[in-house]
């Protein structure tokens, strides 16, 4: 966080230094000088969004109160050469005469190695001198350390109540089981006094052969404390990695055959945020979901990229011969492409996206994604007429059937205007962001590879059309109300529903928010919801946007 704020405020302070003044109090100057940036200046959009949330935070509050008392309050030493005294004082209790159980007690505290570190410690900040000068006490405990041989055997104690699953997975190494994984936010990881590496060679006094689901069967039935003879590994244990990932996709760990242990297996859902807590098995991640708080084994972004390479895609008639299917060249290449190309490739394979969190925040495009006659253009309207000081949209290049140039459209050519996808210009969005509303595009979904940027920072929707039924209903209400004098036949209502749900398929990994259409009204009320949630809730974004 500290590393964070101190570069966003470089880069704030850089970009406008005369509004940066520093008077005290600090922190409030800060947050007044913040709000009144004018827009258009120098510093990211998103590092004034992420600076603000850092300095509203409590913590940091909290923080700036302490420095400054800090900066008031000064703090010196009673004295620097407290060993001296230290030893002066036990030769004293050592030359005393009689039985004294207070000096005695004195004596042994003032011995403790620990004890005597501490002053030493004290005296060296006191004079500020940092460098390590071994004492008497600090050589017994460096003498008694190296006497310790790294293999020594330890003995455990630790609590387990009947049934409760410890959390931990082992191999077999040497004729013997050792740790292989500790899950986060287990028992065993909260007691802290087992670690990845060490070698179980008793519990409870049974000696353990070379299997591991004897070892198992033991710890399942115990209960209250058992007595661990444990050869140690002496591995520090990694810190834990701040990543967040969404998965583009559903798991169940029930119905994997490749996870080591399913009843350690975390499910998640599409849309899901999880902390990777350990990453050191390259084929299964430790991971906590932030949505429901369990831990457990994810599959990894590597092993799960080369399970869905070799997963049947959507064939076409072309790679039908006989009944059989020719595709083992399209498989190698795919694998090829998983194992070489970076970001983009692991993109389309929809596996996982790597987010962060931001305090809310307006986006600065609404994207609304559907087939041809579900509504979008519909909604997109009810916004910007409902609230035009918030919404926007821009003004397509490109002609429909029957619309003329000048009348609500302007037509340029391809070589005198850089466009989007359905003539959507780009600096035509930007014209509608700098005016700080949020500029709503309804685009063909081959749009969102440009679109979800930090440039256009998009809030994409999926307006999903209804079943065949109801869109039916809905399209017969529209034509009966007179709102229309277009007429659509079956085979249209058939083709809008078997291109929506072939968008779904293709491009659901863009999407932050699906709507069913089935009733105007309704969907329009969700998706106004949503949105202004945007500016309430804190948000999970590519982490692209932010670093």
């Excluded at 740790?179 to 519990?203: K, M, N, P, T, Y």
């Excluded at 064939?315 to 020719?326: A, E, I, N, P, V």
């Excluded at 994207?367 to 949209?393: C, D, E, F, M, W």
């Excluded at 039924?469 to 209400?477: E, G, W």
């Amino acid at each position: 966080i500290c590393h964070c704020l101190i570069q966003n405020i470089v880069v704030v302070v850089v970009s406008c230094p005369d509004v940066f003044v520093c008077s005290p109090p600090a922190m409030q100057q800060v947050m007044e000088n913040l709000k009144g940036l004018p827009s258009g200046t120098a510093a990211q959009d998103m590092d004034l969004i992420f600076l603000t949330g850092i300095m509203e935070s409590p913590i940091v509050r909290s923080l700036a109160k302490a420095h400054e008392r800090l900066e008031v309050m000064q703090l010196t030493a009673v004295g620097e050469n407290n060993m001296e005294l230290v030893t002066d004082i036990l030769e004293s209790l050592h030359s005393a005469e009689g039985d004294d159980v207070a000096a005695a007690e004195l004596t042994r505290i003032l011995e403790e190695p620990h004890f005597q570190c501490l002053i030493e410690t004290h005296d060296n900040v006191a004079v500020k001198s940092y460098e390590m000068s071994p004492t008497p006490g600090s050589s017994r405990v460096s003498l008694s350390s190296s006497l310790v041989p790294p293999d020594a055997v330890r003995m455990i104690g630790i609590q387990k109540r009947a049934g409760e699953p410890l959390g931990v997975t082992f191999r077999v190494e040497g004729g013997a089981p050792v740790i292989r994984r500790i899950l986060h936010g287990s028992a065993i990881a909260r007691q802290g006094l087992l670690h990845v590496g060490d070698v179980i060679l008793e519990v409870d006094g049974h000696a353990m052969g070379g299997d591991p689901k004897e070892l198992q069967e033991l710890l399942k039935d115990c209960s209250g404390t058992v007595t661990l003879k444990v050869l140690p590994s002496y591995r520090e244990p990694p810190a834990p990695p701040q990543v967040f990932l969404k998965p583009h996709f559903k798991y169940n760990p029930a119905t994997d055959n490749l996870i080591p242990c399913r009843e350690v297996g975390l499910a998640f859902s599409r849309g899901d945020v999880l902390h990777v807590v350990n990453k050191e098995d390259p084929n299964w991640w430790q991971a906590t979901n932030l949505v429901v708080g369990d831990t457990g084994l994810i599959p990894s972004q590597f092993l799960e990229e080369k399970r869905k390479a070799f997963v049947r895609r959507d064939w076409d008639s072309s790679g039908m011969l006989c009944g059989t299917m020719t595709g083992k060249k399209k498989k190698k290449k795919m694998m090829y492409l998983t194992s070489k190309n970076a970001e983009f490739d692991r993109y389309e394979l929809q596996t996982y996206e790597e987010v962060a969190r931001m305090p809310p925040f307006q986006r600065k495009t609404l994207v609304l994604i559907g087939a041809q006659g579900v509504g979008r253009r519909s909604l997109k309207n009810r916004l910007i007429v409902i609230n035009p000081l918030k919404y926007g949209t821009t003004v397509p290049c490109a002609p429909r059937e029957e619309e003329l140039d000048g009348q609500a459209y302007r037509f340029v050519t391809r070589a005198g205007h850089g466009t989007g996808h359905q003539g959507q210009p780009w600096d035509s969005i930007h014209e509608v962001v700098d005016t700080r509303r949020t500029c709503i595009l309804d685009v063909n979904p081959q749009a969102l590879k440009v679109l979800k940027t930090a440039e256009f920072m998009p809030f994409v929707v999926f307006i999903a059309a209804p079943e065949l039924d109801t869109l039916r209903a809905m399209h017969k209400a529209v034509v009966d109300a007179g709102l229309t004098t277009k007429l659509l036949t079956e085979n249209d209502l058939k083709k809008t529903v078997d291109e929506s749900a072939r968008i779904r398929r293709a491009y659901s990994h863009y999407f932050d928010l699906t709507i069913v259409n089935d009733h105007l009204d309704k969907a329009f009320d969700q998706l106004q919801e949503e949105v202004e949630h945007l500016c309430l809730q804190p948000q999970w974004v590519p982490v692209s946007w932010v670093f």
